[in-house]
């Protein structure tokens, strides 16, 4: 057994080492204005064979926010060394804090840090991949089971929700849309007619923009901007619902989560993004035709004849098969990163970014799979 004391004007430490565990107790006053002993102390008599450090603050006559500044410090370089910290004997209050403290992660500054070596960051990478896999499994399990719910009648949401979620995500929605969707149709009628008017086939920009508009552009550009709209902000409410503990009260009062919030907002975005590809053809097709009739000196029967030469049902039907797709992978990414938001504000940004770089994604790999599928099948 060894011991020792370390006295101080206010904050007093005493050490007792017994086998691999060293009591700390503190005592007198722990304030800011108050003279006390340094974390590096505990340290110099946690050498050795000590493998668990009991924390008592039983004689603590006055502390504020120093004290917990100090057990901070000490635990964190008690878990450093590998060092387990015992706290039940401090004040409450105490304890409370530090639980705070360790709740949240500490922020990230711009100081120097040390980066694990290459194969160890990829290796964790690869953990990450694997487990996010593993959670997006799970999540689609989930919805496939609240969408069995919903066919038999038993999924329990308020019609209320889903007519909301339909509105924000269909009504609401149609300015950003119309922009985009016209002024891509612009673009594509003015990147076609720089090259066609090489040929004097300046005609076919109407068949470039309804064909392009149709099978690719109008849902890949619907799906992206539902993505960054819409997306985003199911992530947003759902991860602000999981730090407020409101998706945890719900659950206690016997709601399934996955039918009273995940399930209103995958029917909405199901439903809507069909409808809001059609409405893109249409804006689109007629950002083409401003340009062919302004720019190309087209005439307006001729344009419109052509258009609807050039472009078959079939291809407004495969336009439709992508956008119920991408919409689904929409909702499930922004509703999967705002189930899975940590506990901290700043968890909400974060998952907010991750169901729009997610949907994104699913959605580019989707239009790839797309164009592969549909080539193979002479669609």
Do not use: H
């Amino acid at each position: 057994m060894g011991n020792g004391s370390v006295k101080l004007r206010s904050g007093r430490l005493e050490f007792v080492l017994k086998r691999d565990v060293l009591s700390v107790q503190l005592s007198g006053t722990w304030t800011i204005d108050a003279d006390l002993p340094s974390t590096e102390e505990v340290m110099q008599k946690a050498k050795g064979p000590v493998r668990r450090i009991a924390l008592d603050g039983t004689r603590i006559e006055e502390w504020d926010t120093i004290l917990v500044a100090f057990l901070v410090r000490v635990v964190q370089m008690g878990r450093e060394r590998e060092i387990e910290t015992d706290r039940k004997r401090l004040p409450d209050g105490v304890q409370r804090l530090l639980d705070l403290a360790f709740a949240v992660p500490e922020m990230e500054t711009g100081g120097p840090k040390v980066r694990p070596p290459l194969l160890a960051r990829i290796g964790g990478q690869a953990l990450d991949g694997l487990e996010g896999a593993r959670d997006m499994v799970r999540f689609l399990g989930e919805a496939a089971k609240s969408f069995g719910r919903l066919f038999t009648g038993r999924a329990a949401f308020r019609r209320s929700d889903l007519s909301l979620a339909i509105q924000e995500a269909g009504a609401e929605a149609l300015g950003i849309v119309s922009l985009i969707s016209f002024l891509v149709g612009v673009i594509l009628a003015f990147m076609g007619a720089m090259q066609l008017e090489l040929f004097g086939a300046e005609i076919f920009v109407a068949d470039l923009v309804a064909v392009g508009m149709a099978r690719e552009m109008a849902p890949l550009m619907t799906g992206i901007i539902m993505a960054g709209r819409t997306g985003a902000a199911y992530a947003a409410q759902l991860g602000t619902m999981t730090v407020n503990e409101e998706i945890d009260a719900l659950q206690t009062l016997g709601f399934r989560a996955m039918d009273f919030l995940v399930l209103p907002r995958m029917l909405a975005l199901m439903l809507m993004m069909p409808l809001l590809t059609l409405y893109s053809n249409v804006l689109g097709i007629a950002g083409g035709f401003l340009i062919g009739t302004t720019v190309l000196d087209i005439t307006p029967t001729l344009y419109w004849n052509q258009t609807v030469n050039a472009v078959e049902l079939s291809a407004f039907a495969v336009g439709i098969s992508k956008a119920s797709v991408l919409g689904v992978l929409v909702a499930v990414s922004g509703c999967m990163r705002g189930m899975q938001c940590g506990r901290s504000a700043a968890s909400v940004g974060l998952a907010t970014t991750s169901a729009v770089v997610t949907a994104i994604v699913a959605i580019v790999v989707s239009e790839a799979v797309f164009a592969v599928v549909f080539e193979v099948l002479g669609i």
